[in-house]
T-cell receptor
């Protein structure tokens, strides 16, 4: 009964480094999304997927890549980290029926 | 595009006071509407939802009614508790079937 699992919970990167934020769900949900949360701005959609092999850009996609090779996993890649990417990142998933998205516990990323 | 506007915060109330957090939206078609709650240091939890006009979502004493004529989905609770202190987000899923969030409202309930 894990739901949506995000790793790591905390990460500090130096400018220019790359890393992958992991997201996995065990509910067989078709829809998966990545959001970033910044103070006073709510959550903004980075990338999303409506099924394995299908991804699309959200509101703030620049600097991030995603892929969806399986239903369960939806990793978010930062190719060259910048201080502007300091944020809390949330992964979420939902069934096609949209009863409500389930969120992971988040990854707090600091880029110095 | 789709957008959600929430009342400015923070909101501070005494225990047992009445709570209203206003939320209005702009969307094409017939969006589903949600309220999510975020406790300190945690992810977002679905609080309640409504999928069509005049639907009332309710959970844990919180209620919100989908008002298409006023494009609103205000959150209410008759008697708040200290444990309700959290950030509340109004959100919708539109034609892209992804969540669009308001900026969030910080609620603090004092004993």
């Amino acid at each position: 009964n894990a739901g949506v699992t995000q790793t790591p919970k905390f990460q500090v990167l130096k400018t220019g480094q790359s890393m992958t934020l992991q997201c996995a769900q065990d509910m067989n949900h078709e829809y998966m999304s990545w959001y970033r949360q910044d103070p006073g701005m709510g959550l903004r959609l980075i990338h999303y997927s409506v099924g394995a092999g299908i991804t699309d850009q959200g509101e703030v996609p620049n600097g991030y890549n995603v892929s969806r090779s399986t239903t369960e996993d939806f990793p978010l890649r930062l190719l060259s980290a910048a201080p502007s990417q300091t944020s809390v990142y949330f992964c979420a998933s939902s069934s096609r029926q949209l009863y409500g998205y389930t969120f992971g516990s988040g990854t707090r990323l600091t880029v110095v | 595009g789709d957008s959600v506007t929430q009342m400015e915060g923070p909101v501070t109330l005494s225990e047992e006071a009445f709570l209203t957090i206003n939320c209005t939206y702009t969307a094409t078609g017939y969006p589903s509407l949600f309220w999510y709650v975020q406790y300190p240091g945690e992810g977002l939890q679905l609080l309640l939802k409504a999928t069509k006009a005049d639907d009332k979502g309710s959970n844990k004493g919180f209620e919100a009614t989908y008002r298409k004529e006023t494009t609103s989905f205000h959150l209410e609770k008759g008697s708040v508790q200290v444990s309700d202190s959290a950030v509340y987000f109004c959100a919708l899923t539109g034609s892209a079937r992804q969540l669009t969030f308001g900026s969030g409202t910080q609620l603090t309930v004092l004993p």
